[in-house]
């Protein structure tokens, strides 16, 4: 009864566990739910939902447009005033990276169909992490 939005797995600095973040929208009975079947998974060891604390959220985004004579000057421009790279030139398309919030990478994708036809995309999902003193760590 919900969808997932975002779903990222990566290693942590403990080589024995990953981090799983998860990105849904529903209300708090759905969040609820969500979390408890969660917990009933064997390899799960600590869940957390940090919606309603201090955290800082980022994802990647690579994007592969269209370039030519015309569009070069503007998609570097974009890039650079859009937080982002270009990190290839080849032939006629150009790649660019950005980081941020999904809602700055919505808004990327937004204005840069203005500027250059996208070929080809790729998103990493959100990863995110509380701020200040608190770790999401294993029971001891």
Known sequence: GYNIESLTVAATHDPQVSRLTMVTLGDDAVIAQIINQS??????????DITS???LESELLIVKVSANA?????ITAFARDHQGIVIDENGSTRI?????????IGAVLDALADVAEVIELARSGTAAIECGDAVLAPPA
């Open 39 to 48: 917990r009933k998974l064997i390899d799960v060891l600590e869940i957390a």
């Open 53 to 55: 604390r201090a955290h």
């Open 70 to 74: 015309a569009n070069h000057g503007r």
């Open 96 to 104: 660019l990276q950005f980081m941020g919030g999904a809602m700055h």
